[in-house]
């Protein structure tokens, strides 16, 4: 893979806690932060810690890095938290289809597979990488990610 440059941005997307980011990007060469763009999508994610070692959030990587960030609104809402039932279509994926809907909807109990996570992805599939700003908007229906993945 090539290294990060104005032509060639690397895009992170920041899923949970932010400590494995952080730690991250203060890991990697200082000249290329400018290069790379972390993108988040929840409040949960950006100030999560469930123990005392997560320390680092959103803010942080704010402050303490030269690289772009862009934040989407929470994935949750439509597609990427419906019930195990609007799921059942991805069991028929070749290759990865069940193992797919098992992590969704693990439990038998489980209400909702929540792949609110795999909601930044999408907005980086359907903007081609190309976003601009600090902020911006995804709000798939499950149609159009079955139409995407069909």
Not at 27 to 42: F, G, I, M, P, R
């Amino acid at each position: 893979m090539p290294c990060p440059s104005a032509n060639n941005r690397l895009i992170l997307i920041c899923a949970g806690p932010m400590e494995l980011c952080w730690w991250g990007i203060d890991a990697a060469d200082d000249n290329k932060e400018q290069y790379v763009t972390v993108l988040s999508h929840s409040g949960w994610n950006d100030s999560h810690a469930d123990t005392a070692q997560l320390t680092h959030t959103w803010s942080d990587i704010e402050r303490d890095f030269a690289v772009r960030v862009h934040r989407i609104n929470d994935q949750n809402p439509l597609a990427f938290h419906s019930p195990c039932n609007d799921w059942t279509w991805v069991k028929g994926l070749t290759g990865y289809g069940p193992g797919l809907y098992d992590t969704l909807c693990a439990a038998p109990s489980q209400k909702a597979g929540d792949a609110s996570d795999a909601g930044m992805m999408w907005y980086l599939i359907a903007k081609n990488g190309a976003f601009q700003g600090a902020t911006g908007t995804s709000n798939p229906t499950m149609s159009a990610v079955q139409a995407f993945f069909r």
